[in-house]
């Protein structure tokens, strides 16, 4: 398993560029905001040295992943207020374990079916400036909810 970063790398790229969207960062995870408008709250935890997979971690490590996803998962649900949280690890071309917090709401642009999927409706400009408008908040107790994980 590789630990090293690369310049071909997204992942790395992100987490090393001035400004990035970065919530929260200790010696092995990252927490990084994901800049897609029509999901204000969409969030990565992200393994930061290069192990494709989960169970190329150490259990230890892999309960310490997990545990950042849930609470990235109850934080959002605290601040938020979802219909729905997604939850998804994949990033074939990634070569970091990674999983994506998605908040979903009846009125998004694909519910009930994946972000990925065909849009079912346009989302409602002023819904989308209410749940921008959390970020600060869902931060702060993303962050507070990950001291313990230190």
């Known amino acids: 398993m590789s630990t090293s970063t690369s310049a071909h790398c997204d992942l790395c790229t992100l987490l090393q560029a001035p400004g990035a969207a970065l919530i929260w960062a200790d010696h092995q995870l990252a927490v990084v905001a994901v800049d897609e408008p029509e999901y204000p709250g969409f969030t990565r935890v992200v393994w930061q040295a290069h192990v494709k997979e989960m169970t190329d971690l150490a259990p230890a490590e892999r309960t310490r992943v997990m545990a950042a996803v849930w609470a990235v998962e109850a934080a959002q649900r605290a601040v938020m207020a979802p219909e729905k949280i997604n939850l998804a690890s994949f990033g074939n071309m990634t070569p970091h374990v990674h999983w994506h917090v998605i908040p979903r709401y009846l009125d998004d642009a694909h519910f009930p079916n994946p972000t990925w999927a065909s849009a079912q409706r ?10 921008r408008a959390l970020l600060p908040a869902l931060h702060g107790a993303i962050i507070e909810r990950l001291k313990d994980l230190s």
Do not use: D, I, K, Q
């Not at 346009?122 to 749940?131: G, I, M, N, T, V």
């Open 122 to 131: 346009a989302s409602a400009p002023e819904a989308l400036a209410a749940r």
